[in-house]
Structures are given as C-alpha cells and as structure tokens.
C-alpha cells in the first residue's frame, strides 16, 4: 500500500513509528493514536529487567497518559508479522482497532483488521 494510499492520520503514525525507530535504533518502532487524535510513540526496549515490543510501549504511553481507547496502531518492523503479544496488548484496550505493519521504508505491507 502506497503512502498516497492511507488516510492522513495513519500515514501520521506509520512516520511517528518509523521515526521512533530510526531515533533509537530499535528492531521495531510502534505509534497509536487514541480516540482523542492523540498519538504515542516508542520504540523497543529491552532492558534486563524490562522488555517491551515496540507496540507494548506505545499503548503503555497511552495508557498511562490516561488515553481512553485506540483507534488505529502502526508497527515499523523488518519482521514478517507483528508478534502476538503486541497484537494482543492494542486488542486489550480497543478491539476495534486496526494495525497497520509498515516495512523499514515505511511502505504498509500489511494490515489487522479489528476484531469486533
């Protein structure tokens, strides 16, 4: 999927991700936006004592900047799938929620649909 493609405010977070990796050097970058247009980016962490998915840490953000719900979620990997348990921490706060999973470019190759 082009960038020409994608509604704005998904193409927003699939750049907020791509930065947040590129930023850090992570293996992944990761950005939500919440049901107020707001947007959180992270990146990996791993840590010896804290491990997170780059998806992980963004819906931490948001959650603890008291964000009531997600709308969508992008995650830029080189990784053929967005793991589970990043997948299932955006499902744990919004059901309704898609991912979109970007390459290193930043090009969607891939999207979830919500589940409910």
């Keep these: 999927m082009s960038a020409a493609?994608?509604?704005?405010?998904?193409?927003k977070i699939v750049t907020l991700a791509r930065s947040s990796r590129a930023r850090t050097g992570g293996v992944e970058?990761?950005?939500?936006?919440?049901t107020d247009g707001r947007t959180y980016a992270a990146a990996t962490v791993?840590?010896?004592?804290?491990?997170?998915?780059?998806?992980?840490?963004?819906?931490?953000?948001?959650?603890?900047?008291?964000?009531?719900g997600l709308e969508a979620a992008a995650v830029v990997t080189a990784?053929?799938?967005?793991?589970?348990?990043s997948v299932s921490a955006v499902r744990d706060l919004a059901p309704g929620a898609h991912i979109l999973?970007?390459?290193?470019?930043?090009?969607?190759?891939?999207?979830?649909?919500?589940?409910?």
Excluded: H
């Design 79 to 85: 990784a053929d799938a967005v793991d589970e348990l």
């Design 101 to 116: 999973r970007a390459d290193p470019s930043g090009a969607v190759v891939d999207t979830l649909e919500p589940t409910a």
């Design 29 to 34: 970058g990761a950005a939500v936006r919440d």
């Design 5 to 11: 493609d994608l509604d704005p405010e998904d193409l």
């Design 46 to 68: 791993a840590l010896p004592s804290l491990q997170l998915t780059a998806l992980q840490a963004a819906v931490a953000a948001a959650v603890s900047s008291g964000a009531p």
